[in-house]
């Protein structure tokens, strides 16, 4: 007996989404820069086309945009190559590693990678190899996947604009005098310009998903707790999560899979069992019950923009069980008691003794915080938690 997605599942949200926007066809031409995550690693499977051949068209690509849309701060060519013609050699010998197996991806510059510097796009870190893998990183490459390099970001993901990189503005592929939205800026361009097959950004507060809005692609930020932040330079420790960045439903689903569950060295992600997420975009949504949460959410929106989210609501209304208003726990911050002393925590060693070295906005939030009170913050926090429980 098939059972019908919560209405607050990940895989509920994720089924409906898929179905929403599967009656576009994303690449009429088949341009292979275009292809899905999930259409790149089929090929790849089945000798269609190599992780070579593959590798060197996404570098090609870089290298002809760069330039212009600024959303690589390192390009890993070499080491790309040299990773596609090892995995090639595997497949051929008959070892498979996985569902990206020689499929080029590109990470966000906050995600630690062994070996190659990690800048988090500010003047501070320009210098900084980490040493190991962050586990979201690790986890991509043990599936397979070739790194291409590492992508533009707002500094430190305070911002989320894509503007206040050390290492210059993104801009956006859609139209060059517009802004990526942030701060996974370059993930969203890169993935909206056909540069790689998937990304891993860092949400605080849109960090995935406004520039995934932004650039028309997917980003989705997961549940707090369920993907490890473990080597991802931080952000606000309460509010951190890593989530997948793609160009469909269906390779966001794939990914998360990936990037989901325990991590003992990690304080904060969830011990759960990981569902096969894909699954549920083959189960039909007809019980579904979906909640609009119209105080907030739909606040000041622009005409075309509301247009298209009530064209999306009128569909799904005829495709589900319950479409309904809905009113959310209205989280409210203590005054004086801003989450931005947890970026402060991290930051203090470097912004007293070098305050000149970040971006004057990255400047204005880190000594706004300074004025930030223990008992405040304390409370922030108990809202917080008080918040997370009213939702669910």
């Known amino acids: 007996m098939k059972q019908t997605p919560s209405p607050l599942s990940r895989r509920g949200l994720l089924l409906a989404a898929a179905q929403l926007s599967a009656q576009t066809d994303r690449n009429p031409s088949g341009d292979p820069h275009f292809w899905t995550l999930c259409e790149a690693a089929d090929r790849i499977r089945n000798r269609k086309i190599s992780s070579v051949e593959l590798t ?12 212009t849309l600024n959303a690589f701060i390192t390009v890993t060519a070499d080491a790309a190559l040299a990773k596609a013609r090892s995995l090639e050699r595997d497949l051929q010998r008959g070892i498979f590693h996985g569902p990206l197996h020689g499929v080029p991806i590109a990470l966000k510059d906050n995600i630690d990678t062994a070996g190659v510097r990690t800048t988090a796009a500010s003047q501070i870190f320009a210098g900084r190899v980490p040493a190991e893998d962050a586990e979201v990183a690790k986890r991509v490459f043990q599936a397979g996947a070739v790194s291409l390099g590492k992508l533009n970001l707002d500094e430190f993901a305070f911002e989320g604009t894509g503007t206040t990189s050390y290492f210059g503005p993104v801009r956006n592929p859609w139209d060059l005098t517009r802004i990526t939205g942030g701060s996974s800026a370059g993930s969203a361009a890169a993935l909206a310009q056909g540069l790689c097959f998937a990304s891993v950004g860092s949400d605080d507060g849109g ?31 309460s509010l951190d999560c890593a989530g997948p960045m793609t160009r469909t439903v269906e390779d966001a689903a794939l990914m998360l899979g990936l990037l989901a569950g325990n991590d003992p060295l990690d304080a904060i992600v969830l011990d759960r069992p990981v569902p096969v997420y894909s699954r549920a975009l ?13 105080n907030y959410f ?47 925590h991290y930051h203090r ?44």
């Open 56 to 67: 060197e068209l996404s570098l090609e690509r870089i290298r002809q945009s760069q330039k």
């Open 298 to 344: 739909f606040e000041k929106l622009h005409p075309d923009v509301a247009a298209k989210v009530e064209a999306a609501i009128t569909l799904m209304r005829g495709k589900t069980k319950e479409v309904r208003d809905v009113t959310l726990p209205q989280f409210q911050f203590v005054e004086g008691g801003s989450i931005d002393i947890e970026l402060y």
């Open 282 to 294: 083959r189960t039909s949504i007809a019980g579904l019950r979906i909640g609009v949460p119209r």
């Open 349 to 392: 060693q470097f912004f007293e003794s070098s305050p000149e070295k970040y971006h004057p906005w990255s400047r204005r939030q880190l000594e706004n915080a300074k004025t930030v009170s223990a008992a405040s913050y304390v409370e922030t926090l108990k809202r917080i938690r008080e918040a997370r429980r009213d939702v669910r």
């Open 207 to 237: 960090s995935v998903r406004i520039p995934g809005s932004y650039c028309g692609i997917v980003g989705f930020k997961p549940t707090f707790g369920r993907v490890s932040t473990r080597g991802i330079i931080p952000s606000a420790y």
